[in-house]
């Protein structure tokens, strides 16, 4: 069955926490029918698989839930700290499941020093932006930064020129630059999600990036 | 123009692009931007009743986990009522005893002595939530009930009613997972999505 909701009943989710610790059935129902369908397509914008969408949704929805008492609304921010949250938590599962289906292949011990390398200049390469994600220790149960948030620089010229740049792509370029920008997956692991090699990963990076470069001497 | 001539100065150039990238992210749920990439195509994906139904069941459950209110027994003794199936039909597919299935449904049961594969594909069969499924049974190892040495005979004396095999098993675990139950849990693991994935591919 297909459902509809508006963004409005999404924005009251963090309002039912006291009703969901209580274990009110009314709030179940009122957080799975604003969530679900939003967490599978977050799923899916990260790159999983439609099959492996819901999965990764439902496992959201069970994580945030065993966590409730402890999630510090502060921390997951925005309107609604708890869907916040679970989008988190969507982003780190997709990540974890795709990093386990690679292992699953014994692609990671093939790659050896190579992937190493790779991973830690991805980490190197953001120590100085976000100290938050780290490529080496994703803790799938701690939600950390996902792409969908900025590092809280103002929207300078620059920036906004990047908006429109990226409205401009393709969805995989799109996809390629904001998690090859989170510094969380390697080059290789990005690959893997949009079906492309390390190697055209990094190419098509580069690419865009002259494609950027080029566009902002032209104005 | 490029500055392919010098590297260092590409990679600088590139590091910078990358932070822009990022930058141009949206705010979170303060950014309308945020709405668009959530759910962005979310009208196109069909959620099935049973999706649903399962969403509702794995946050009821995890609240309950929350609020303490199950333990291992109670969680499977309740998935075994739901699937309506009975004791010994559960006890045939875990190859347990259906003595062995009532002990650990009551909590009686010394976990660590229950083969982790059996116990795995006891649970697989009743449709347990792996991470409810793996809390619980840290939790039933770590219980005072569960750790409290029971004379040798008295635990002879409950492994009589087990099967022959059932008992071979628990002669040959109990000194090595008696120290060892983060190898147990591990083992439980391992072999939960071992069970899996054989049922799904079944």
Known sequence: ?219 | MSDSNDPDRENESLRHFLRIVRAAQPNGPDDDQFWDLVTKGAEDVDVSEETQKEARNRARLALALARHELTLGNYLSSLRDTAKLSRDAAARVARLSPDAVAEIESDKSRLLSVEARRLASLAVALGAVKAAFMELAAQAIGRPTSQTGLPRLARIDRDATLLESERAVRRSQTTRSDSQPETYLSELSSAFDDEKERTRQA
Do not use: W
């Open chain 1, 1 to 219: 069955m297909l459902y509809r909701l508006e963004v409005g009943e999404i924005e009251s989710i963090t309002s039912l926490v006291p009703d969901l610790l209580a274990g009110r059935e009314s709030a179940i129902d009122q957080v799975v029918n604003a969530a679900l369908r939003r967490l599978i397509v977050a799923a899916m914008r990260y790159g999983a698989s439609r099959e492996d969408a819901e999965e990764i949704a439902l496992e959201a929805i069970f994580k945030t839930s065993r966590r409730l008492k402890e999630i510090s609304f502060t921390r997951a921010g925005g309107k609604d700290p708890l869907f916040n949250y679970m989008v988190k938590a969507v982003r780190n599962a997709t990540i974890e499941r795709h990093r386990a289906k690679v292992r699953e292949r014994g692609v990671l011990e093939d790659l050896g020093a190579n992937l190493v390398t790779d991973r830690a200049r991805a980490a190197a390469r953001f120590q100085s932006v976000d100290s938050d994600d780290d490529a080496g220790a994703l803790d799938p149960d701690e939600p950390q930064t996902p792409s969908l948030y900025s590092s809280g620089e103002a929207a300078s010229p620059e920036v906004v020129a990047m908006r429109e740049f990226l409205q401009t792509l393709s969805e995989q370029d799109r996809l390629i630059l904001q998690l090859q920008a989170e510094g969380v997956m390697t080059s290789k692991e990005i690959g893997e999600q949009v079906g492309l090699n390390d190697a055209a990963v990094r190419q098509r990076v580069k690419r865009l990036h002259d494609h950027f470069r080029k566009e902002r001497q032209n104005v």
